[in-house]
């Protein structure tokens, strides 16, 4: 969707740092609904790996999670669940929710639905998905986010949304030739300007991982680090990728992110490795590999200074479960 900061030359502008952290959006699976309702209706959605989404096209919803405001979703608003939290959106805000399973889906292919349900007024319609990344680093990147990334008036600021989102329902129930590999590239891009809204709204955080990828400087370099978790960076590397000093350099990222740039980078590759020990199975060995480490043993420390505990508890624990 976007090319790599490697094949740009470096005596032209570099893409700014959301584009180098989002260039590797590509989703290795999508499912993806469109949701005709009618009052009264509720959908809970159940706790799951992939990240979610929503778009509301017309009328409005309520969108329910468990520690956090009940929100009021108008039409145009789109909003991102990174981590796949257990939420239910209803036509009221105290609305009953049905579990998703118990609804008729009208399947339109493998991983495509259509669902009505409700008896009465005007339907609401929603656009509803699931997507799991090919690049390990992104989906550990958005377990960073908030648990509720939410664009409000997405649909009216983005002019593309609406034309983008009847592309997609044209796939669901076209049943062309080709239509899954469409529909994921068209969710590709469906995500990607999602999240981009969702950031340029935050425009109050100060500090922080967003503040420090909107930093010119401080931003190029974190994009860095997460599109290479496992170069023996070093300060001076990195802040040559700034164009700043060493000195002024770390200051500038300790302040923002609120930790130096060591364990910054340290605790970005913990945050890797648990996840691939936990969910993909791999070997500590393996883990070690792929983020530098000489050694398992040196691994294994790193690890334990982060989590407090040794990296083969992770697959210990995932064997037995």
């Keep these: 969707m976007l090319s790599r900061s490697s094949d740009i030359p470096t005596r032209g502008l570099l893409p700014d740092a959301l584009s180098e952290v989002l260039q590797d959006l590509r989703l290795a699976g999508v499912s993806y609904g469109r949701c005709e309702l009618r009052g009264p209706w ?20 309520w969108l329910r999670v468990r520690g956090q405001p009940r929100m009021r979703l108008e039409a145009g608003d789109a909003v991102v669940l990174p981590r796949g939290t ?3 959106l209803t036509h009221r805000p105290r609305g009953t929710a049905k579990p998703l399973e ?30 799991q990344f090919e690049e390990p680093s992104l989906q550990a990147l958005l ?17 593309l949304m609406p034309a ?13 030739v080709g239509a899954a590999t469409v529909l994921t590239r068209l969710a590709d891009v469906l995500v990607a300007r999602i999240l981009r809204a969702w950031m340029e709204t935050q425009r109050d955080v100060s500090t922080g ?27 001076e590397a990195l802040a040559g990728i700034a164009h700043t000093s060493r000195s002024r350099f770390a200051e500038r990222f300790t302040a923002l992110v609120g930790m130096p740039v060591a364990r910054y980078i340290a605790h970005w590759r913990m945050h890797l490795a648990s996840r691939w020990l936990r969910n993909d199975r791999i070997k ?6 792929r983020l530098g480490y000489e050694s398992d043993a040196s691994f294994s420390r790193a690890f334990k200074r982060v989590h407090g505990f040794a990296p083969s ?5 995932r064997a037995h479960t």
């Excluded at 509720?42 to 919803?61: E, K, N, W």
């Excluded at 008896?119 to 319609?125: A, N, R």
């Excluded at 983008?164 to 062309?176: D, I």
């Design 164 to 176: 983008l989102l009847e592309a997609m329902a044209e796939e669901v129930t076209g049943a062309r």
């Design 42 to 61: 509720g959908i809970r959605f159940p706790q799951q790996l992939p990240a979610r989404f929503h778009f509301v096209a017309t009328r409005a919803a």
């Design 102 to 131: 118990s609804f008729p889906l009208e399947e339109m292919g493998e991983k495509t639905y259509h669902l009505r349900a409700g008896d009465f007024g005007k339907p609401t319609l929603l656009f509803c998905g699931s997507m």
């Design 86 to 88: 257990t939420h239910a």
């Design 284 to 289: 500590v060995s393996a883990a070690a590999a």
């Design 143 to 159: 377990q960073l986010m908030p648990p509720v990334l939410l664009a409000r008036g997405l649909g009216t600021r983005d002019t």
């Design 209 to 235: 991982w967003l503040a420090a990828l909107r930093d010119p400087k401080i931003g190029r370099a974190i994009a860095a680090i997460h599109r290479n978790p496992g170069n023996g960076w070093s300060i």
């Design 313 to 317: 508890r992770l697959r210990r624990t």
